[in-house]
């Protein structure tokens, strides 16, 4: 099953009530993304990064990741993600230090400061199979941790 949750009450970054989260969608039907929209205001400075966190998580399938990327509309405004790309792993889903909470780092490549609205699209997920090689060496290996902790492994 794939689906987006908020994340835990203790999780949700900013002073946002659970109920103003706003889930992910689809703007259309044949639309691959799901877009992201940012809980608060958030000005970026010019050739500065922010993360904007979103209080929602991912759940998917074992075999699936959300690759975060952001809309053309932001590239058009000189918005991007900092990594150009980010990769949800699906054990990142309800880790123990932000419950899987997505953030978008992102960078203001433009030569003035961009605000972001509450509301605003922030970025897009795409959900994607993978695949992995025959002989794998990490079976019952899985993170522990959040954001960037993929180095923090144990073994369930």
């Known amino acids: 099953m794939r689906k987006f949750e908020r994340v835990r009450d203790d999780a949700i970054k900013y002073d946002v009530k659970p109920d103003d989260i706003i889930m992910p969608i689809r ?13 608060i205001e958030i000005t970026i ?3 500065k990064s922010e993360i904007v966190w ?4 991912a759940d998917m ?13 932001m590239g058009k405004r000189g918005i991007i993600l900092s990594n150009a790309i980010g990769i949800i792993d699906k ?4 880790n123990t230090n932000n419950d899987g909470n997505i953030g978008f780092r992102l960078t203001n490549l433009g030569s ?5 609205k509450i509301g605003e699209k922030i970025g897009q997920g795409i959900f994607l199979k ?4 025959d002989i794998d ?15 923090n492994k144990v073994n369930k």
Request: negative net charge; hydrophobic residues 35%; glycine residues 10%.
């Open 27 to 39: 703007a259309t039907r044949f639309a691959a993304g799901y877009d992201f929209f940012s809980p």
């Open 45 to 47: 400075p010019s050739m």
């Open 54 to 57: 979103t209080n929602i998580k």
């Open 61 to 73: 399938l074992e075999d699936e990741f959300l690759m975060l990327a952001v809309t053309s509309g």
């Open 91 to 94: 054990d990142y889903y309800s």
């Open 112 to 116: 003035e400061p961009y605000t972001f």
């Open 130 to 133: 993978y695949l992995t090689t």
């Open 137 to 151: 060496n990490c079976q019952g290996i899985v993170r522990d941790g959040g954001f960037g902790s993929t180095d």
